[in-house]
């Protein structure tokens, strides 16, 4: 029987919330939750996007899949000093990005079109305006979804990286054991192994979010033990709290 579990890494930043389900889960089992991102998320300068030939002023709609997205099309507007005009048009992916765009924008002089959830659900929307000049600000981790969806639309397409997704330093982290190590992207499996390439598992348990991170920490030859989501698990924090009920009871 695996050891019982008393602290977790959960490698992705604290959540804002007080009624996180973490913290839920951190007092009802009696665990130690820490929170630690292994990969975040640097600018692109205004000068490395000239340099990809993306001039923003050229556009007359802008394609938002996630907050960062948001915020960098706005730092870099700024940078180049490029006055957003009232008439942009912004396609956003869901509507807690379009939320979001109110930070930036007064919302109801601005003309936003809202997706339900997956990049294809813009389909619709973009159509309807196939004529526009699109740009898709975007990390250097693009999701194929949306090169491949904006190509069937055949419309007027450009995609510039606005950010890039980076390791973080963890080496304050060398002498600091965990029962689990809570996993949610691909790089951060490699920012585990960029840090500490000598990392062995013995009885770490590994919990992955999605099928990609699962191929990513099994390619680097660890032992996923937590598996999310799953149609009993359909979330992280209820993958762990399965998983701790099952080895935390008394022997």
């Not at 977790?8 to 604290?14: K, R, Y």
């Not at 930036?104 to 339900?116: E, H, L």
């Not at 996993?183 to 840090?195: A, C």
């Not at 919990?207 to 699962?214: D, E, K, L, P, R």
Request: proline letters at 6%; glycine letters at 2%.
């Amino acid at each position: 029987m695996p050891n019982k579990v008393k602290t977790i890494l959960v490698s992705q930043p604290e959540p804002k919330v007080e009624n996180s389900p973490y913290f839920e889960l951190s007092q009802k089992h009696k665990v130690k939750i820490d929170f630690r991102p292994f990969i975040h998320v640097e600018g692109v300068s205004a000068k490395e996007i000239r340099q990809q030939k993306v001039d923003i002023s050229q556009y007359t709609a802008i394609i938002l899949t996630s907050k960062n997205a948001v915020d960098h099309f706005f730092r870099v507007a700024e940078e180049m000093r490029y006055k957003v005009p009232e008439g942009l048009k912004y396609f956003c992916q869901s509507e807690a990005i379009a939320f979001y765009l109110q930070k930036y924008v007064v919302y109801r002089k601005r003309k936003i079109y809202v997706g339900q959830k997956d990049f294809a659900d813009l389909s619709p929307l973009i159509k309807k305006y196939k004529d526009e000049k699109f740009l898709l600000p975007a990390s250097d981790q693009l999701n194929p979804d949306a090169p491949q969806t904006l190509n069937n639309l055949k419309v007027d397409w450009t995609v510039g990286t606005f950010y890039k997704t980076v390791m973080s330093d963890l080496s304050d982290l060398a002498d600091v054991y965990y029962d689990v190590l809570a996993f949610f992207s691909p790089t951060g499996i490699k920012s585990l192994f960029k840090n500490f390439p000598d990392f062995a598992q013995n009885e770490t348990r590994i919990a992955v979010f999605g099928t990609s991170v699962q191929k990513e920490a099994e390619a680097a030859g660890l032992r996923v033990d937590i598996m999310a989501p799953t149609p009993e698990a359909p979330s992280m924090t209820m993958a762990l709290e399965k998983y701790i009920a099952k080895v935390n009871k008394e022997k």
